[in-house]
């Protein structure tokens, strides 16, 4: 079936970095634009940029320049999201997810989420 | 950025009930709009694309209407299920933003 599987909560101290893989399975991987979206605890979502998966090519929103960085490995089919110089304020739910376009009206949504990768900074 | 204000918050109600979340953007985004269910500690779910197209496998209870700045997610009838947090998002143009939140719990 359709699905994005993401790596593991990971623990990490400040100024360290973290690299989170969010792997499709079940459709072509190159079809589909990948997202990610932060969720800090108990807090709203947030949505941090797109990367084109034909191309590398990535977005980012403000706030998310500079330490983050979104890759590819069409290989794989896995993408990457790479937090560095960590602080505190990082610490949340990292999700990946698929943006959908019917052909109507594009883009349509985020339909596919990967399960999210818990990231804490703590010294 | 095209700021996105979900109202109320926090909505308290009966497993019958029908409920109404409302999505006012801040600019118009045509019908650039989805809205999601997210329960504790699970993902986001696509419910609504497109202001009002149902995504394949979400129970008919849940529609979408509007277009412009003004959007609504009903509930026609509330179900044990239905109890968590509903978020709308516009895709009209970059940043992707997402509204603050409803919080659907039972009366």
């Known amino acids: 079936q359709v699905q994005l599987v993401q790596s593991g909560s990971e623990l990490k101290k400040p100024g360290a970095s973290v690299k989170v893989s969010c792997k499709a399975s079940g459709y072509t991987f190159t079809s589909y634009a990948m997202n990610w979206v932060r969720q800090a605890p108990g807090q709203g979502l947030e949505w941090m940029g797109w990367i084109n998966t034909n191309t590398g090519n990535p977005t980012y929103a403000q706030g998310f320049t500079g330490r983050f960085v979104f890759s590819l490995d069409t290989s794989v089919s896995t993408a990457y999201l790479q937090i560095s110089s960590l602080k505190a304020e990082d610490t949340a739910v990292y999700y990946c997810?698929?943006?959908?376009?019917?052909?109507?009206?594009?883009?349509?949504?985020?339909?596919?989420w990967g399960q999210g990768t818990m990231v804490t900074v703590s010294s | 950025d095209i700021q996105l204000t979900q109202s109320p918050s926090f909505l308290s109600a009966s497993v019958g009930d029908r409920v109404t979340i409302t999505c006012r953007a801040s600019?118009?985004?045509?019908?650039?709009l989805a809205w999601y269910q997210q329960k504790p500690g699970k993902a986001p779910k696509l419910l609504i694309y497109a202001a009002s197209t149902l995504q394949s496998g979400v129970p008919s209870r849940f529609s979408g209407s509007g277009s412009g700045t003004e959007f609504t997610l009903t509930i026609s009838s509330l179900q044990p299920e239905d109890f968590a947090t509903y978020y709308c998002q516009q895709l009209n143009s970059y940043p992707f933003t997402f509204g603050g939140g409803t919080k659907v719990e039972i009366k």
């Open positions: 600019q118009g985004i045509s019908s650039y």
């Open positions: 997810a698929r943006e959908v376009c019917s052909g109507g009206s594009c883009p349509d949504a985020f339909d596919i």
